[in-house]
């Protein structure tokens, strides 16, 4: 594995740490949003539910580009090691 791929993989494992630890920051969250905003169990899961979706749609968008600038993207025989 060459030096460029080891620092892809580490800011790859990175950013989704952050996105469990921002995930798990926002469930924690909760009981104090339902108590300072007087929210019902059904608007605490609307909450989490665009919360969550908000983040795939970001990691999706994210990988988008990655997928189209690979080289087997462009190279069928690209070796996948």
Do not use: F, H
């Not at 924690?28 to 605490?44: D, E, I, M, R, Y």
């Amino acid at each position: 594995m060459t030096l460029a791929a080891r620092i892809a993989l580490v800011v790859v494992l990175v950013a989704e740490l952050m996105n469990i630890l921002d995930s798990s920051i926002v469930l924690t969250a909760l009981p104090t949003l339902q108590k300072s905003l007087g929210a019902g169990p059904a608007a605490l899961q609307w909450a989490t539910a665009g919360y969550s979706l908000t983040i795939a749609m970001g990691l999706i968008t994210g990988s988008r580009p990655s997928a189209w600038t690979s080289p087997a993207c462009c190279c069928p025989r690209w070796p996948s090691s």
